[in-house]
T-cell receptor, first 113, second 117 residues
Framework: DAKTTQPPSMDCAEGRAANLPCNHSTISGNEYVYWYRQIHSQGPQYIIHGLKNNETNEMASLIITEDRKSSTLILPHATLRDTAVYYCIVRDGPGGSNYKLTFGKGTLLTVNP | GAVVSQHPSWVICKSGTSVKIECRSL??????MFWYRQFPKQSLMLMATSNEGSKATYEQGVEKDKFLINHASLTLSTLTVTSAHPEDSSFYIC?????????????FGSGTRLTVV
């Protein structure tokens, strides 16, 4: 898997947008960007994934730069329940042969009241 | 959506005993499941890849005779920690791969907190 770099921690005020950056400068053409989060003492939860176009779902938006070397996960209106460790992972798509999910250290997002 | 059930959610056992953790895919068939271990304040570390009907593939440094994995059906994988010791105390998490789901292909269980005393 291509390696990713994320800031170790970030703070965000409740109700504001949380923008979590991720650098993946060695990403290859067939690799997707995945985001998961882990709330304390729970299993990771899928958030969103994308290849090169920006993506949006009910949880978040994913903005991928044109050169695909970095991306930003956006939580539009952060709540206290969004406090978690957010992991950015780069790997093949769902049907790809490189199917292992390797977790880095992630970003601890703390949403403050 | 895809759901993975993991049991037990927590277990306390005596040193030297064995503990079995179950991971079930409830509404999909998972030919591949993964087992992770997470120590406090650390990230998830992949222990092994479990393939239905065949032997598991272990990551470097993981003792296959200590962490026995059985994936006998398309919906169930088990991890048995044999002769557990206090250093095996950790948070164990399973994940099932479903290429048809919209979750990027992976759904995680809720984890098992193992404490060996």
């Amino acid at each position: 898997d291509a390696k990713t770099t994320q800031p170790p921690s970030m703070d965000c005020a409740e109700g504001r947008a949380a923008n979590l950056p991720c650098n993946h400068s060695t990403i290859s053409g067939n690799e997707y960007v995945y985001w998961y989060r882990q709330i304390h003492s729970q299993g990771p939860q899928y958030i969103i994934h994308g290849l090169k176009n920006n993506e949006t779902n009910e949880m978040a938006s994913l903005i991928i730069t044109e050169d695909r070397k970095s991306s930003t996960l956006i939580l539009p209106h952060a709540t206290l329940r969004d406090t978690a460790v957010y992991y950015c992972i780069v790997r093949d798509g769902p049907g790809g042969s490189n199917y292992k999910l390797t977790f880095g250290k992630g970003t601890l997002l703390t949403v403050n009241p | 959506g895809a759901v993975v059930s993991q049991h037990p959610s927590w277990v306390i056992c005596k040193s030297g005993t064995s503990v079995k953790i179950e991971c079930r895919s409830l509404d999909f068939q998972a030919t591949t499941m993964f087992w992770y271990r997470q120590f406090p304040k650390q990230s998830l570390m992949l222990m092994a890849t479990s393939n239905e009907g065949s032997k598991a593939t272990y990551e470097q440094g993981v003792e296959k005779d200590k962490f026995l994995i059985n994936h006998a059906s398309l919906t169930l994988s088990t991890l048995t920690v044999t002769s557990a010791h206090p250093e095996d105390s950790s948070f164990y998490i399973c994940s099932a791969r479903d290429v048809l789901t919209g979750t990027g292909g992976y759904t995680f269980g809720s984890g098992t907190r193992l404490t060996v005393v």
